[in-house]
């Protein structure tokens, strides 16, 4: 599901190229159309779908599969060129012909350049643009296969390198001496020998290393597509073939579409990373939050229980103070009768009840009792001091008067 939206995306975005391939005469000859879609890094591109037939039927193709409104890099393998290198001469050594008549394309590696009759190029890219294509590169094929050699592993040897390819009813052969190429030969021949031949008597080769190298049209239609996308359109090596402008506005139209996704995408991932980062802040301080609660939680069942404690002990307290309280008051009155109490006189009962006070004793005289009575209504503590009743009675052998006396306590 991942890829086949990666697909759509792709598809939606235009990251991918149209590449048509001509392998003989424009009009009436072989073509290959590919969509050459864009990987996910360097080299990792590959053909999407593609077709075989005219260059009518490959534009029919093209318009079939949505691509009528795209431009296309166009492969020439029909226009005759000729390599061009230190060692052979230059772009001015064409008897016959004016500079300003040849266009001349220099490889990317500057080693060679690959130079054709500009009517040529012209009448070619016409042709194609006759029926309904529209161009925004116009590649010779020998330096993409020339770029393909590159890419190649060059054995280390001093002996120049023919490399050979037979495709379609032609021989395409190119010479490489001290890395760089020399020459590059496109013979309608099947046996590629004679042409090796003919390179080695005409270059004075002795002995020579011979190489096949594979140029098919998945291959070349890869090879220029990736070149696309690293150098744009405007800084690969090509004919100076006029661009199609409607196509070129498509085109950036689509990178722009894709700036915006682009855009949209980073917004979108942003508000995500922001959103995850406030979930986890959010989280973070929900746990540091829900600590502290538990942590107040605890302290006020703390407190409760303290106060349920301190309410306890001030009711104790309060126990205990009342009746100290009590105590003390009983106290304080037993002591205001004791302090009267005579030497003649002595108590024998004393009861108190919510200050009432009643006491029951002896004394040896009335006098003594009389005096006793006088003591307790001099107590500013005491009133209502009364005599309830006296008897005259006998105690181990002694005649004494018993007495019951009252009192209130005014605290």
């Known amino acids: 599901m991942a890829s086949s939206l990666g697909k759509m995306l792709d598809d939606v975005?235009?990251?991918?190229?149209?590449?048509?391939?001509?392998?003989?005469?424009?009009?009436?000859?072989?073509?290959?159309?590919?969509?050459?879609?864009?990987?996910?890094?360097?080299?990792?591109?590959?053909?999407?779908?593609?077709?075989?037939?005219?260059?009518?039927?490959?534009?029919?193709?093209?318009?079939?599969?949505?691509?009528?409104?795209?431009?296309?890099?166009?492969?020439?393998?029909?226009?005759?060129?000729?390599?061009?290198?230190?060692?052979?001469?230059?772009?001015?050594?064409?008897?016959?012909?004016?500079?300003?008549?040849?266009?001349?394309?220099?490889?990317?590696?500057?080693?060679?350049?690959?130079?054709?009759?500009?009517?040529?190029?012209?009448?070619?890219?016409?042709?194609?643009?006759?029926?309904?294509?529209?161009i925004l590169l116009h590649v010779p094929s020998v330096l993409v296969a020339a770029e393909l050699i590159d890419s190649k592993k060059i054995p280390d040897t001093e002996l120049p390198c023919v490399y050979t390819n037979c495709d379609g009813g032609f021989v395409r052969l190119l010479l490489l001496s001290g890395g760089k190429i020399v020459a590059g030969y496109k013979v309608a021949v099947d046996d590629s020998e004679r042409l090796v031949h003919y390179v080695r008597e005409h270059f004075f080769l002795k002995d020579v290393l011979e190489e096949q190298f594979t140029m098919d049209p998945e291959t070349l239609a890869k090879a220029v597509a990736e070149d696309a996308w690293v150098f744009r359109t405007d800084g690969v090596p090509a004919f100076h073939t006029a661009v199609d402008k409607d196509a070129v506005r498509r085109i950036r139209e689509a990178a722009f579409s894709r700036r915006i996704l682009k855009a949209c995408f980073v917004i979108v991932l942003l508000s995500l990373v922001t959103l995850l980062v406030f979930?986890?802040?959010?989280?973070?301080?929900?746990?540091?939050?829900?600590?502290?609660?538990?942590?107040?939680?605890?302290?006020?069942?703390?407190?409760?229980?303290?106060?349920?404690?301190?309410?306890?002990?001030?009711?104790?307290?309060?126990?205990?103070?009342?009746?100290?309280?009590?105590?003390?008051?009983?106290?304080?009155?037993?002591?205001?009768?004791?302090?009267?109490?005579?030497?003649?006189?002595?108590?024998?009962?004393?009861?108190?009840?919510?200050?009432?006070?009643?006491?029951q004793g002896y004394a040896i005289t009335p006098e003594d009792l009389s005096a006793f009575l006088s003591s307790l209504e001099k107590e500013r503590n005491l009133v209502n001091v009364r005599l309830k009743t006296t008897e005259k009675t006998t105690w181990n052998k002694f005649n004494v008067v018993k007495f019951t006396l009252g009192a209130e306590d005014v605290r």
């Not at 795209?70 to 500079?99: H, M, N, Q, R, W």
């Not at 409760?304 to 009342?322: I, P, W």
Request: glycine fraction near 8%; charge should be neutral.
């Open 13 to 134: 975005t235009g990251r991918f190229w149209w590449v048509l391939i001509v392998g003989d005469a424009a009009n009436a000859g072989s073509a290959h159309i590919l969509r050459v879609m864009r990987g996910r890094g360097a080299g990792r591109s590959f053909v999407d779908f593609s077709f075989s037939g005219t260059i009518e039927e490959c534009r029919e193709f093209q318009v079939k599969n949505g691509g009528g409104a795209d431009g296309i890099l166009l492969v020439d393998c029909c226009t005759p060129v000729k390599i061009v290198s230190d060692e052979v001469g230059s772009v001015a050594d064409f008897p016959g012909y004016k500079t300003e008549n040849l266009d001349n394309v220099e490889s990317i590696s500057g080693d060679f350049s690959a130079v054709a009759l500009k009517s040529a190029v012209e009448n070619f890219s016409a042709d194609v643009e006759k029926c309904g294509f529209k």
């Open 279 to 359: 979930r986890v802040g959010a989280d973070v301080y929900l746990d540091r939050s829900e600590s502290k609660i538990q942590g107040f939680k605890a302290k006020v069942q703390k407190q409760k229980e303290l106060s349920l404690v301190l309410e306890k002990l001030e009711n104790d307290r309060a126990a205990s103070e009342s009746f100290l309280m009590h105590r003390s008051h009983v106290a304080t009155s037993l002591k205001n009768f004791v302090v009267n109490v005579t030497d003649n006189v002595w108590i024998s009962s004393w009861n108190v009840s919510r200050g009432n006070h009643s006491v």
